[in-house]
């Protein structure tokens, strides 16, 4: 019943649209749906020390780093959440709840949580590195949790090297398998589990290899990313067409070194994931993203990161938005850019999602063609299809904060 209910919120979102447009051209920036996902960080820890996360390697100076961890270290509290779902329940239909941020299993109260989520009919999705699955499983499937993504970089070696820990592969590994084991003793199909696969210069070349360890585990899909990164050629040409108060820094590459990626080879490890994918009865579905078709795009991608390879007009501050710790919500999501536009705890939801802020942040990218420079490799972006009218100029300087 309860995902009936959210499937008929989508058709709504859609009819809608259909109808009378999307909002995406507005030239007052305003948005007339409710936002379709809330974005929550729940804690400014993580557990892990992943090798490209700017958390995970102490890159500070980074937009990354100040929308998870702040200036004000802290676990996002249960009344505050009370007072978001109390808000978000006013708007209709109600938007979808992501757990996502910066390691939610770990939050001391992460099951309450949940409980307080589904409780109030709201969906609710974890992004977790896993590690304390194996104790959590069995709860997060009583209580109902719609969907869980788990964060994986390989084969075991492999993944365990890249996140800075011996034991995360094997710990993520039995949570999924206690959670199937729980889905099949409660009779139920949720959550489903996704596994997120960054593709970095250590794990390019290990895709099959990785698929194959996993395949007993049944996910429910297998989403294969290329790198969403800042590089420092990209953070100076964003920063000399913007104004400073949007400044961007060198972000979510830490000890990678993109051109130590054989580029042939990586082109060849896809496509041998794909043609095992497709010549296997009822494998689940496999994303790549952005799915390049040639090794010439994949040259574009990460010998020339200021060219887009998607599409040019981001839409994700029509559709999302992101509350921190302390209640602050910024535009869409951690990777973007740092534009506070007031707190939960001082202004109602439905209102900050249309306040001056918002519409300005919004105008923003229209003025600019629908990106800026940094967004070149952002998963905002990244998986969009392309548009006509070739590449934005980004020729317009923005004052609007």
């Known amino acids: 019943m309860t995902l009936a209910k959210h499937a008929l919120g989508d058709y709504w979102r859609r009819t809608v649209r259909r109808v009378y447009g999307d909002d995406y051209g507005r030239a007052d920036g305003s948005c007339r749906l409710a936002p379709e996902w809330l974005v929550l960080v729940v804690n400014n820890t993580c557990n892990l020390r992943c090798k490209m996360c700017d958390v995970g390697i102490g890159e500070s100076a980074s937009a990354f780093y100040t929308h998870l961890v702040g200036d004000d270290p802290r676990n996002m509290s249960l009344d505050l959440l009370e007072v978001i779902l109390d808000q978000a329940a006013r708007v209709l239909p109600k938007p979808k709840i992501g757990l996502a941020y910066t390691e939610p299993l770990i939050h001391p109260r992460l099951l309450d949580f949940c409980r307080a989520i589904t409780g109030r009919g709201f969906y609710c999705t974890i992004t977790t590195n896993g590690w304390t699955l194996p104790r959590l499983a069995e709860a997060l499937v009583e209580i109902g949790v719609d969907e869980i993504t788990v964060s994986i970089d390989g084969p075991e070696e492999i993944h365990d090297r890249i996140r800075g820990r011996r034991g995360s592969f094997r710990n993520l590994y039995e949570g999924v398998e206690r959670l199937n084991r729980a889905k ?210 980004h020729r317009r300087r923005s004052s609007r904060t």
């Open 184 to 393: 099949a003793q409660a009779g139920r199909d949720r959550p489903a589990v996704r596994f997120s696969y960054t593709l970095t210069d250590e794990n390019y070349t290990h895709l099959l290899t990785f698929v194959r360890q996993v395949e007993p585990l049944q996910p429910a899909a297998f989403v294969f990313s290329h790198l969403n990164f800042i590089t420092e050629e990209m953070a100076a040409a964003h920063n000399a067409q913007i104004d400073g108060a949007w400044a961007m820094t060198r972000s979510n590459i830490g000890t990678m070194n993109l051109d130590a990626i054989d580029l042939e080879a990586l082109w060849q490890a896809v496509a041998a994931v794909k043609t095992h994918a497709s010549t296997q009865p009822a494998f689940p579905p496999l994303a790549i993203v952005p799915d390049l078709a040639s090794v010439a795009d994949l040259e574009i991608y990460y010998r020339q990161p200021l060219r887009f390879v998607g599409g040019r007009r981001c839409t994700d501050p029509w559709r999302m938005m992101m509350i921190r710790t302390d209640g602050t919500v910024i535009p869409a999501h951690g990777r973007c850019y740092d534009v506070p536009a007031g707190s939960v705890t001082e202004t109602p939801l439905p209102k900050l999602w249309d306040n001056a802020r918002f519409r300005a942040f919004r105008r923003t990218l229209q003025d600019a063609g629908g990106t800026l420079p940094a967004c070149a490799r952002c998963c905002g972006v990244i998986g969009k299809p392309k548009e006509p009218g070739g590449e934005p100029s």
